[in-house]
C-alpha cells in the first residue's frame, strides 16, 4: 500500500505563470518544484490503489469538468500556498472525499513550506503575490496520485486518470 490523493493538476502556462511571479525565491523558504504543483482534492494516505481508484471512479463518474485559477496567496502553520478558485471545486473535492477529512477543505496549490514558529518567512510572499490572478482553466480530469518518499524528498506520480464531462 502506498499513500494516494486525488488532485487536480495546473496546464503548463499556468505553472509558468506562477514561476513567473515567484521570479527566484529563495529567503528560507523549502519552495515546492513546480513538477508538484497540484490542487489536492483530497487525501486518502496508505490505501490499495486498485480500490481507491475504483471507488474514485464511482464516485466522479458523470461529474462535469470544473473552471479553476489560481489567485492570491496565503498561509497556513508552516505552509505558504495560492488560493484555487471556482465555484464547482469545492463541490467536486467533496466528491472525491474531501469531506472525510476531519478539517475544512481549503482548495490550495502549496508553493512552499517554512518553519511554523517563523511566520515571517512568507509574509513577503504574500504581500507579493496578493494581486496575482492566473487565467481561468478547464480541469477536466482528476489525478489519482501516489506520493513515495524516496532519498531527497516525496515524489508525486499520477497513477490513473478520471475524465470529468465536458457537458
Known amino acids: 500500500m502506498t499513500a494516494l490523493f486525488s488532485a487536480l493538476l495546473p496546464p503548463d502556462d ?3 505563470a506562477v514561476a513567473e511571479a515567484l521570479g527566484s525565491p529563495g529567503d ?3 519552495w515546492e518544484p513546480p513538477e508538484r504543483w497540484h490542487v489536492t482534492l483530497a487525501y486518502y494516505g496508505r490505501d490499495d490503489l486498485g480500490t ?6 464511482g464516485r466522479l463518474a458523470g461529474r462535469p469538468a470544473v473552471d479553476v485559477r489560481l489567485e492570491k496567496a496565503a498561509t497556513f502553520p508552516g505552509v505558504l500556498w495560492l488560493t484555487a ?3 464547482e471545486l469545492t463541490p467536486l473535492a467533496h466528491a472525491a472525499g474531501a469531506g472525510a477529512e476531519p478539517r475544512p477543505y481549503v482548495a490550495h496549490l502549496t508553493l512552499a513550506r517554512f518553519p511554523r514558529e ?3 518567512l512568507a509574509r ?5 503575490l496578493a494581486g496575482f490572478t492566473s487565467r481561468s482553466w ?3 480530469e482528476v489525478a ?3 506520493s513515495e518518499r524516496e532519498p531527497g524528498g516525496t515524489r508525486y506520480r499520477v497513477a490513473r486518470s478520471f475524465g470529468l464531462d465536458h457537458a
Open 28 to 30: 528560507g523558504l523549502a
Open 118 to 120: 517563523e511566520p515571517e
Open 124 to 128: 513577503r510572499w504574500t504581500a507579493q
Open 144 to 146: 489519482l496520485m501516489t
Open 85 to 87: 478558485a471556482g465555484p
Open 14 to 16: 499556468v505553472v509558468e
Open 138 to 140: 478547464r480541469a477536466a
Open 52 to 57: 481507491r481508484a475504483a471507488w474514485l471512479a
